[in-house]
């Protein structure tokens, strides 16, 4: 049985790909496909359309290997490139509706929860539950650290509103979160 990780450096592995070795595309392909399925699943909802986000935003990896120039993460580069499909994917196949009427409130909104009161599995599902565009800038801007600079860009939406959006969007997850940490007070005490 071969070594499952022939490649022990990230430098050897690229070189590898670019050289088109089958066998260095897969191990890139198996050492980042879990992650970056997750990181398609925060923006696209559709498990089987996330996974095509997977599969496309992987060819363009390899079809754009040689313009990664070890400036900065190899693993941030690509999960830009999976970022940008999944961001395609949500403009082809839905409405990416970004402006909202932000009359109500202009302060911005903190977003604090309490570390440990709630599990990170409890967080990405209220977070999964935001509209589209709360969700996609929430988790460009929070997850991803994104700027909103580089957020309007992606998006094509100005920088207040990818602020309104941040805002409203940690507004709702307070508000969703709320009624959990009033219903542990209430069984304490």
């Known amino acids: 049985m071969p070594a499952k990780n022939r490649f022990t450096e990230e430098t050897a592995l690229i070189e590898a790909c670019l050289k088109g070795e089958r066998l260095a595309c897969r191990e890139l392909y198996e050492q980042y496909s879990g992650k970056f399925l997750a990181l398609s699943l925060r923006y696209i909802k559709d498990h089987d359309l996330a996974q095509d986000v997977l599969v496309e935003g992987f060819m363009k990896i390899f079809e754009n290997l040689s313009q990664f120039k070890n400036a900065g993460s190899f693993e941030g580069w690509m999960k830009r490139i999976i970022v ?71 998006l094509g939406i100005s920088e207040n509103t990818s602020k309104s959006q941040l805002s409203r969007s940690r507004a709702i997850l307070q508000q969703k979160l709320k009624p959990n940490q009033q219903k542990e007070k209430n069984n304490g005490g």
Do not use: C
């Open 84 to 154: 940008t499909q999944a961001l395609l994917t949500l403009r082809k196949n839905q409405k990416l509706r970004m402006e909202v009427d932000w009359d109500t409130q202009t302060e911005m909104v903190e977003f604090n929860p309490q570390i440990g009161e709630f599990d990170t599995e409890e967080l990405l599902q209220v977070i999964a539950a935001l509209p589209l565009g709360f969700r996609t800038v929430f988790n460009l801007y929070a997850i991803e650290g994104y700027s909103h600079r580089e957020i309007s860009e992606m």
